[in-house]
């Protein structure tokens, strides 16, 4: 694509947008629960798991807690996860899916290229609170799975211009798909939603993550509202499914493929294909932190021995090569602060991408030993391996080399099961907190009723707290912030596979 301007989609194009969200809308009206495969329905339920539990540790966050501190929500009915506050839908839905970003600990899709996960549970949360009539627990996760499969089919048939960030743009069309399909649209008013959502994306660029601004982290959380916002418009009879796609999603944000919107419908499942993230950075370091790390444990070398790291890996990491770190943002966005991180500290995890941490600042100055550069050759390897090679010399004259195709958690290298996800939340946000996330997830698996399962999740507290009063007068409702963190990364030596 010409990076100085777009040109005008085609009628032809626009046609095929519209014929394929027809398509999609009349497989996610028709799905039921027994029309998701079990291996799905099994992988749904610990990617909420995970998102779940992720969110509650974003919440605890000084920024996640400043935020919320400053916008003082009014009491409602739909919980900020793990804070012991309730919001309304819509105030919950941007500020939970804001806190799920915060630490980059969220699940996302090597074939979405992005995070699908993020940008449309949360609008499926406050659609259950919005119904207006009880919302089944299967019919929730049935949604689910549905916008889920809408969002990372969008993302993945959009061939992004490299200025765009991943967030708030395609993922708003699952969200719509899954709020639409809860609060009982018909088939015409789903697409019209999902096509109205194309209609409302957020410009999101690569500058503003790289320097840190926090405003990255409220994307995904647009993207929720905007598809709860296009159901609004489509039950009100205000839109229909025009094409809005193919000029925004395919015009502006770079090209759209309407053919891979709806090929292998029904038969692929994108959401078995996620990838659960062990390392609180970008997923596009994620492969190079596990070879320093496997290096590190098979050779016990310590950081004062290192004298040059060495990194290759694809284009798509290209915007993270920058060195300028402000804040934990940047810090998780740029690669050689994240892999002198893994070299120094041995995790990356949120404690070490925290600014006030004492290792944060010891960090920097190891940069200049870290040199990244592009490899061609893994770019044909996209989007199905994420190629990765680490060269580290110590100070003795020894060289270690290793490389790997995808990073730890990648569906299709060393995913993890649901005792690993388990085990990864359980370290983020402490035992008995954990089992109430999985408490919930499995409620809403047993068919009990959504907002009764979904509003299990405010009492997820941390156990060692300060509090903060979120909303003057109202001193009964606050959050607490814990600050017990365990290593979860994933350790060979064990038995069990977990450190």
């Known amino acids: 694509m010409d990076s100085g301007s777009t040109a005008p989609m085609s009628a032809e194009t626009r046609h095929a947008c519209i014929k394929a969200v027809d398509g999609l809308a009349a497989f996610a009206e028709g799905l039921s629960p027994e029309d998701v495969p079990a291996r799905v329905r099994e992988r749904l339920q610990t990617m909420l798991i995970d998102l779940f539990g992720v969110t509650a540790a974003g919440h605890r966050t000084p920024e996640m807690r400043a935020l919320i501190e400053a916008w003082k929500p009014a009491s409602g009915t739909v919980p900020l996860i793990g804070t012991g506050v309730r919001a309304d839908p819509d105030t919950a839905m941007l500020l939970n899916a804001t806190a799920a970003c915060a630490l980059e600990l969220d699940e996302g899709n090597k074939h979405a290229r992005g995070h699908p996960a993020v940008h449309v549970v949360f609008a499926a949360m406050a659609a259950a609170q919005t119904a207006g009539a009880a919302v089944s627990g299967q019919r929730f996760l049935t949604a689910v799975a549905a916008g889920y499969e809408v969002a990372a089919r969008f993302g993945a048939a959009v061939e992004r211009d490299p200025r765009w960030h991943t967030h708030g743009h395609w993922g708003a069309t699952g969200a719509a798909c899954a709020a639409a399909l809860i609060q009982g649209a018909s088939k015409a008013e789903v697409a019209a939603a999902i096509d ?242 999985i408490d919930a997830v499995h409620r809403l698996a047993s068919d009990a009723e959504a907002r009764s399962a979904l509003g299990s999740l405010n009492r997820i507290v941390p156990v060692n707290e300060t509090i903060l009063v979120v909303a003057e007068g109202d001193s009964d409702r606050s959050m607490r912030d814990g600050t017990a963190q365990l290593p979860y990364y994933l350790d060979s030596t064990r038995e069990d596979g977990l450190a």
Not at 313 to 327: E, F, I, M, Q, Y
Not at 412 to 432: C, H, M, N, W, Y
């Open 196 to 437: 109205s959502a194309a209609g409302l994306v957020h410009a999101t660029p690569w500058e503003m993550v790289l320097d840190g601004n926090f405003t990255r982290n409220l994307w995904a959380g647009g993207a929720n509202i905007a598809g709860l916002n296009a159901v609004r418009l489509a039950r009100s009879g205000l839109v229909s499914n025009s094409g809005a796609a193919a000029s925004t999603l395919g015009g502006l944000v770079g090209t759209l493929d309407p053919s891979g919107l709806t090929a292998g419908l029904g038969q692929v499942w994108l959401l078995e294909q996620g990838y659960s993230k062990i390392h609180a950075s970008c997923s596009y370091t994620h492969a190079p932190v596990d070879l320093v790390q496997g290096l590190r444990r098979e050779h016990s070398f310590t950081a004062a021995e290192v004298t040059a790291v060495a990194v290759a890996t694809h284009s798509l990491a290209k915007p993270l090569l920058g060195r300028d770190v402000r804040n934990r943002l940047s810090a998780m966005f740029s690669l050689p602060f994240v892999v002198a991180t893994a070299i120094m500290h041995e995790v990356v995890d949120p404690d070490t991408m925290d600014p006030e941490s004492p290792g944060f600042e010891a960090t920097r100055p190891f940069m200049d030993k870290v040199s990244v550069h592009v490899e061609p050759e893994f770019d044909e390897r996209l989007p199905g391996e994420r190629w990765a090679r680490v060269r580290i010399e110590l100070t003795d004259g020894t060289v270690l080399e290793r490389s790997q195709p995808n990073p730890i958690g990648d569906t299709d290298f060393e995913p993890l099961d649901r005792a690993q996800t388990v085990a990864k939340i359980e370290s983020l946000i402490g035992a008995e907190e954990a089992g109430w996330v």
